[in-house]
């Protein structure tokens, strides 16, 4: 990936001021230049067969349950420590 070559954006309007907005793009070193995805330009992928992706979205389900879980603890914790210092 090129720390050189500008990403590709486009100004949108919001609350009547002009904002830049990075569009969805890759990266083509064929073309060393940012290449727009969208509708009529999906991003490319290696999936070989449907239970590929099918295990990958499993995966990345299971990972994100202990994740989730370690960050209600996390959350929980700071709560409490949150709780004592205010009572003393």
Known sequence: MPLNTDMK???IMIDNALVPAVLPQIWSEQEEDWIVTGEDNPVITNLKEMDEYTQLLTTA???SG???SILESTVATMQS???N???E
């Open 9 to 11: 954006f486009k100004l």
């Open 61 to 63: 389900d299971n990972n």
């Open 66 to 68: 202990e994740a989730l």
């Open 81 to 83: 420590l949150i709780d």
């Open 85 to 87: 210092s205010i009572r």
